[in-house]
T-cell receptor, first 112, second 114 residues
Framework: SQKIEQNSEALNIQEGKTATLTCNYT??????LQWYRQDPGRGPVFLLL?????KEKRKERLKVTFDTTLKQSLFHITASQPADSATYLC???????????FGTGTRLLVSP | EAGVVQSPRYKIIEKKQPVAFWCNPI?????LYWYLQNLGQGPELLIR????????DSQLPKDRFSAERLKGVDSTLKIQPAELGDSAVYLC????????????FGEGSRLTVL
């Protein structure tokens, strides 16, 4: 069956450290993968998109990698700040026609 | 530029009652989505529109859920009658066009069915 797996347990890190979140998928061949941030009581906000032919994408303190052999994407936040505390969702295009399927999300808590 | 607007933000109803949610997408966005999000879960697609046409409604429980997007702009999602299990957040999103990538979400409508 098709699955998108993200760590269900919250990730607790100290301010200034690098946070690494994992997204694993099975039985999908996505053309691209996206990461979103969601704060409590708010809708998800788009962060980054990475295509299947891209290994790595960066935006300010954010970095995403995409390994289609391992069927995994890693999402890094360097020099993390308490304001980075939120739930991070990965989503992949399951059909090539913008049918995004979301993972369950990982909650990140950055302590001062 | 205004974002995706949804209303109401919160709705509490008793089971078997009807409820409707409204969404106004970003101007010029042809693709509109309705997602359902349960607590601790990721959003799940209910229906996707390209302009006024529903191009993917395979996940929409059609016995009680209905949606429309008249004139290819605003959209309404209706549940009739509501069941206890429908308690969730209903998210509307829009994108510039199919395959464009980034989705813009509204703040969601939180439904509680008693």
């Amino acid at each position: 069956s098709q699955k998108i797996e993200q760590n269900s347990e919250a990730l607790n890190i100290q301010e200034g450290k690098t946070a690494t979140l994992t997204c694993n998928y099975t039985n999908y061949s996505p053309a691209y993968l996206q990461w979103y941030r969601q704060d409590p009581g708010r809708g998800p906000v788009f962060l980054l998109l990475i295509r299947e032919n891209e290994k790595e994408k960066r935006k300010e303190r954010l970095k995403v990698t995409f390994d289609t052999t391992l069927k995994q994407s890693l999402f890094h936040i360097t020099a993390s700040q308490p304001a980075d505390s939120a739930t991070y969702l990965c989503a992949l295009d399951s059909t090539g026609f913008q049918k995004l399927v979301f993972g369950t999300g990982t909650r990140l808590l950055v302590s001062p | 530029e205004a974002g995706v607007v949804q209303s109401p933000r919160y709705k509490i109803i008793e089971k078997k009652q009807p409820v409707a949610f409204w969404c106004n997408p970003i101007s010029g966005h042809n693709t509109l989505y309705w997602y359902l999000q349960n607590l601790g879960q990721g959003p799940e697609l209910l229906i996707r529109y390209e302009n006024e046409e529903a191009v993917d409604d395979s996940q929409l429980p059609k016995d009680r859920f209905s949606a429309e997007r008249l004139k290819g702009v605003d959209s309404t999602l209706k549940i009739q009658p509501a069941e206890l299990g429908d308690s969730a957040v209903y998210l509307c999103a829009s994108s510039l066009r199919q395959g464009a990538g980034e989705l813009f979400f509204g703040e969601g409508s939180r439904l509680t069915v008693l």
